[in-house]
């Protein structure tokens, strides 16, 4: 962590022995140096990329939303920091500059509390995103994906930070910025003129701020960009106020719908039931709570990423009647489990002397009620019941699709979210519907939850080998089994068996358990454990333009890959849905705004729907 002291109350880092900002007049240097940056093409576009190096005390995003706050357009802001400060030490810097004090007490109140390093959304306001990334910016520069139109150079100066300034991060930052895009910086060093020329920036020293007699303009007339890993680059997109269809009911759809409906799309969503989160979304219990993995494990971080995604959406969205903050708690049944959580302690509180097992407890874990969920997401959108999707075909500019009760809808864009049916768009299952990838590893998973008389006074879901939710309305639900492909759609007595066995170590008198009833649901899972999100890939096209990636491993391409026009996927979020299918529903904007991943790029490469088919062309398999 930084340490951060205060000179006539002016910030001041004892790691870098440097400020943070001017002495004098520290908001206008911060609107005279960058935000005057958007000047110039503030008339020409409605919304706006900003990136910055430096995110520091959170000044220069302030003086832009600030800027944006009264207005109709948007802005993406994007800013990294490797050392970032505190909560307590920001209010302090706030308190000291005594200004945009609604702004600051927001930003404070958003802040992400966990500092792992990653991506950290925070929908700002209604036209404001701000992405946080934690971590060294030549890490963030490697995993941000975006085009931006201006960006804020405001690390420590050159001397003091030099790896903040060297030519590899200059020309990342290059790959990241538009043709004639704008560099805005304090410094005039001349180490960085020269970063910035060589990597085709044309460089223009201006008049400085105050007492600076100069500082550095730069606009990139050279547009320098190999793109790395390029089959898993994201398609070209068109305008927006287009027609959206999102094809399933569950928690991944509905969630899918509403972010597509806030963003201004015209958004329908079809159902083949009479109701929706009639499959693996139905339960009347569920536990929002994250996959917790050792530290660098990509699927840890994208259980996390997704967990405090999901949190925010539905302490948003949903009434308290069906979501309920009353953390988790989760057992270390095995060595390897207590290994793990150890090392999550700083994130999450563990103990070591818990009984029966050793636990962590995570305090932002919710116990929802998904039946009631889907139920309440469902109002907020344009549902049509008893749709079961068939096919579609390409009409000129618009897609028709076709439903078994002979309705049929056109739209631009299709979203498919059938949870368990989706293998059947991947030739497998019991009814295939078409044949998208078959080399795509995804499976039906049964699972059945059993209902028990209230047994256990817990006040927050329990986890260890079966879980064991607080009662509702007096019923306890326990559970899960996993049987895949498995298709039987009766409860079963001997899962019930299985679940409350699974149980025993959290319930002393579990043999005199009382069974109320039992529901079954599936669910559909990849071959990863990782959910299925992004656009559909053209499989023939992939198959002839990348088949020789196995001969070229170590060598980059500039063939960017052809995906079906404006087909979407979200699936394969498994037993931990309540989360990942929120992060799927805000990655898909992502992509069809065209605007920053929220998440860490080799985490959306991990959740990329050709990622099975590239494996496979990477080892020779596919000739």
Not at 92 to 103: P, R, S, W
Not at 264 to 283: C, H, I, M, Q, R
Not at 586 to 598: G, I, M, S, W
Request: proline letters at 3%; hydrophobic letters at 35%.
């Amino acid at each position: 962590m930084e340490k951060l002291t205060f000179k006539d109350k002016i910030a001041y880092s004892t790691k870098f022995d440097d400020i943070y900002f001017n002495t004098n007049s520290p908001l206008l240097e911060s609107e005279y140096v960058f935000a005057s940056a958007l000047n110039d093409i503030w008339s020409k576009q409605d919304s706006f990329i900003v990136a910055e190096a430096g995110f520091g005390t959170g000044l220069n995003f302030l003086t832009l939303a600030n800027k944006f706050k009264n207005s109709d357009k948007k802005l993406h802001y994007v800013s990294i920091e490797k050392y970032p400060l505190t909560k307590k030490e920001l209010i302090q810097v706030y308190q000291n500059l005594n200004t945009f004090e609604k702004e600051s007490n927001k930003l404070v109140k958003c802040y992400p509390t966990l500092k792992i390093d990653g991506l950290y959304r925070i929908h700002f306001s209604k036209n404001i995103v701000l992405d946080l990334y934690i971590g060294d910016i030549k890490d963030a520069l490697n995993e941000l994906d975006f085009i931006a139109d201006v960006w804020f150079l405001d690390g420590f100066a050159p001397s003091k930070n030099p790896d903040m300034w060297d030519s590899d991060v200059i020309y990342e930052i290059s790959n990241l910025t538009k043709k004639d895009g704008v560099i805005a910086t304090y410094s005039s060093a001349s180490s960085v003129r020269k970063n910035l020329e060589n990597a085709g920036f044309e460089v223009k020293l201006v008049s400085g701020y105050g007492n600076k007699r100069e500082m550095i303009k730069a606009y990139l007339k050279e547009k320098i960009n190999v793109q790395k890993n390029i089959w898993y680059s994201r398609p070209a997109v068109g305008g927006l106020n287009k027609k959206v269809l999102v094809i399933g009911g569950g928690i991944a759809g509905l969630s899918a719908a509403l972010k597509f409906k806030k963003a201004g799309f015209k958004v329908k969503l079809t159902e083949k039931d009479t109701k929706v989160g009639s499959n693996g979304s139905g339960n009347i219990a569920g536990v929002l709570m994250p996959t917790i993995t050792k530290k660098g494990i990509l699927l840890g971080r994208m259980h996390l990423n997704a967990f405090l995604q999901a949190f925010k959406f539905y302490k948003k969205y949903i009434s308290k009647e069906y979501i309920y903050l009353t953390g988790s708690k989760e057992y270390a049944f095995n060595s390897s489990l207590v290994e793990r959580y150890k090392d999550s302690s700083e994130f999450f509180k563990f103990s070591e002397v818990d009984a029966p097992y050793p636990s962590i407890f995570v305090k932002e874990g919710i116990l929802a009620r998904p039946n009631m969920l889907c139920a309440h997401l469902a109002t907020k959108i344009d549902v049509l019941y008893e749709h079961e999707f068939i096919s579609f075909e390409k009409k000129s500019k618009e897609y028709e699709v076709y439903f078994k009760n002979g309705n049929k809808i056109n739209t631009d864009i299709i979203i498919f979210a059938l949870g368990s049916e989706s293998e059947e768009l991947f030739g497998k299952g019991l009814k295939p519907k078409m044949n998208f990838d078959e080399s795509l590893k995804i499976s039906s998973v049964r699972g059945q939850v059993t209902w028990i008389k209230e047994t256990l006074k817990n006040r927050y879901p329990l986890s260890a080998k079966g879980y064991i939710c607080p009662a509702i309305d007096n019923i306890q639900l326990i559970g899960a089994t996993y049987d895949r492909n498995n298709y039987e759609k009766k409860p079963v007595d001997k899962d019930n068996i299985k679940n409350i066995e699974n149980i025993s170590d959290l319930i002393d008198n579990y043999k005199n358990i009382e069974i109320i009833g039992s529901q079954v649901g599936f669910r559909s899972y990849s071959g990863d454990r990782f959910p299925i999100v992004g656009p559909i890939h053209d499989k023939e096209w992939f198959k002839v333009n990348y088949k020789d990636i196995f001969w070229t491993k170590n060598k980059t391409s500039n063939l960017k890959p052809k995906h079906l026009e404006n087909i979407y996927i979200t699936t394969s979020h498994g037993a931990r849905g309540l989360g990942t299918s929120i992060l799927g529903a805000e990655l898909l904007l992502d992509y069809v705004l065209n605007r920053p991943f929220c998440i860490e790029k080799s985490i959306v490469n991990e959740l990329n729907p050709a990622r099975f088919l590239i494996r496979e062309l990477k080892k020779g398999k596919i000739k």
